[in-house]
């Protein structure tokens, strides 16, 4: 079993700064792709940022310039550093992974339970 757990999330004022975390855990045999997503209420989940197991980025263009994904593979954690951050920033965040098991053939993605970002003065 693997379990995907975020941390890091809360109130803060816009043009403020908060860094996400996520950890993965559990029968980890590898992890592939890791990435961030985030939802508000009525609203489809969308991306807003990947990175590769060689540290290849990719940002939605919403948070290009602002936002920061990074991973420790040794860790097996993922983060995002949030920067100037807006009121539509505002969302539940969820961490993805695609993970390979101890003695799996396959990946497969893996999604935490999110942490709310509230971004208001």
């Known amino acids: 079993q693997v379990q995907l757990v975020e941390s890091g999330g809360g109130l803060v004022q816009p043009g403020g700064s908060v860094r996400l975390s996520c950890a993965a855990s559990?029968?980890?045999?590898?992890?592939?792709?890791m990435g961030w997503y985030r939802q508000v209420p009525g609203k489809q989940r969308e991306l807003v940022a990947t990175?590769?197991?060689?540290?290849?980025?990719n940002y939605a263009d919403s948070v290009k310039g602002r936002f920061t994904i990074s991973r420790d593979n040794a860790k097996n954690t993922v983060y995002l550093q949030m920067n100037r951050l807006k009121p539509e920033d505002t969302a539940v965040y969820y961490c993805?992974?695609?993970?390979?098991?101890?003695?799996?053939?396959?990946?497969?993605?893996?999604w935490g339970k999110g942490t709310l970002v509230t971004v208001s003065s």
């Open positions: 993805n992974a695609a993970v390979r098991e101890r003695l799996h053939y396959y990946a497969l993605d893996h």
């Open positions: 559990g029968n980890i045999g590898s992890i592939n792709g």
């Open positions: 990175i590769t197991s060689d540290h290849s980025t």
